[in-house]
């Protein structure tokens, strides 16, 4: 198994920044892709960003793209999400989640995420 616990949330106003930390246990840290999602109560879970187990490459999905930056530190079993430029819209719990890299690191889907963290809340006001 894996453990996931995020932090690094907060209340921030729009324009402003952002950083998300993932730490992992369990497991061999670089055996997985991982990602970070986001939900409200009013949405659907939304694909955020991933990273293959190298960092070689990374994902964003539209909504972000430009503005967030995902990275990760395998000797430090850590995952990142670097947000600026803030926006209302961005407000949510924010989750990351691995998949093992066996699986397409580009499939936006949730699918193959086998684990995942508790979240941490992201309130960006206006």
């Known amino acids: 198994q894996v453990q996931l616990v995020e932090s690094g949330g907060g209340l921030v106003q729009a324009g402003g920044s952002l950083r998300l930390s993932c730490a992992a246990s369990g497991r061999t840290f670089s055996s997985y892709t991982m990602g970070w999602f986001r939900q409200t109560p009013e949405q659907e879970r939304e694909f955020v960003a991933a990273?293959?187990?190298?960092?070689?490459?990374?994902f964003y999905g539209d909504s972000v793209k430009g503005r967030f930056t995902i990275s990760r530190d395998n000797a430090k079993n850590t995952l990142y999400l670097q947000m600026n430029s803030l926006k209302p819209e961005d407000t949510a719990v924010y989750y990351c989640?691995?998949?093992?890299?066996?699986?397409?690191?580009?499939?936006?889907?949730?699918?193959?995420?086998?684990?995942w963290g508790q979240g941490t809340q992201v309130t960006v006001s206006s």
């Open positions: 990273i293959n187990w190298s960092g070689g490459s990374s």
């Open positions: 989640a691995a998949k093992h890299k066996v699986y397409y690191s580009g499939d936006y889907s949730e699918k193959g995420y086998a684990y």
